[in-house]
């Protein structure tokens, strides 16, 4: 069964410093998304990508963050200089085989990576 | 503002006693309801798409119902591989494809 596939699946920065997260999408979904959870704390919405491009995103997605996908393939979000806060698991999810189907709209997440800011 | 409510937290059940989960919500047009399994240190696992008041879903022990403000989870005869984070989320209607607002999610630990 295809999946959505993350890594690292943890990842330890000091403050101030650059990460990159990598994400997989279930092939040939149509549309990708970042959320994060701080721990204990709900899901939230950072970003979504559609056709090359920004479709919506949150306040959390600030300056600091960016997100590319530099192939067919991968999926990423970069935080340029991470902070104590950015601490969180971040979860990487695509929908929409196709956008005439019923079941366009359900969101597939991966594993997630969780970022430690020491 | 858009927003999710679940109830209880949490909640603890004995191998065999079935309950309902429950999830309210406020948005400007639903596009969807969506229920979703969490483990510890997991990602999310899609459960169910609910779209229009009255319709329901089963999955084994699992069923999903939805009304105009709010939705149940029953599960029936659960078992302890049943104990997980239980999540809902709601997706506002118009514009592309959105973004998913969660609830803070239902404990469910079921004990032998």
């Known amino acids: 069964e295809p999946e959505v596939t993350q890594t690292p699946s943890h990842q330890v920065t000091q403050m101030g410093q650059e990460v990159i997260l990598r994400c997989v999408p279930i092939?040939?979904?149509?549309?990708f998304y970042w959320y994060r959870q701080i721990l204990g704390q709900k899901v939230e919405f950072l970003v979504s990508?559609?056709?090359?491009?920004?479709?919506?995103k949150s306040e959390i997605f600030d300056d600091q963050f960016s997100v590319e996908r530099p192939d067919g393939s991968n999926f990423t979000l970069k935080i340029r200089s991470t902070k104590l806060e950015d601490s969180a698991m971040y979860f990487c999810?695509?929908?929409?085989?196709?956008?005439?189907?019923?079941?366009?709209?359900?969101?597939?997440f991966g594993p997630g990576t969780r970022l430690t800011v020491t | 503002e858009d927003q999710v409510t679940q109830s209880p937290e949490a909640l603890r059940l004995q191998e065999g006693e079935s309950s309902s989960l429950n999830c309210s919500y406020t948005?400007?047009?639903?596009?969807?309801l969506f229920w979703y399994r969490q483990d510890p240190g997991k990602g999310p696992e899609f459960l169910f798409t609910?779209?229009?008041a009255g319709e329901e879903k089963e999955k084994e022990r699992l069923k999903a119902t939805l009304t105009k403000k709010e939705s149940f989870l029953h599960i029936t005869a659960p078992k302890p591989e049943d104990s997980a984070t239980y999540l809902c989320a709601v997706q506002a209607a118009g514009g592309s494809q959105g973004n998913l607002i969660f609830g803070k999610g239902t404990k469910l630990s079921v004990k032998p």
């Open positions: 999810a695509s929908s929409g085989r196709d956008r005439t189907l019923g079941s366009s709209y359900e969101q597939y």
């Open positions: 948005v400007s047009g639903l596009r969807g």
């Open positions: 990508f559609y056709n090359n491009e920004i479709s919506e």
């Open positions: 609910l779209y229009s």
């Open positions: 092939s040939n979904h149509l549309y």
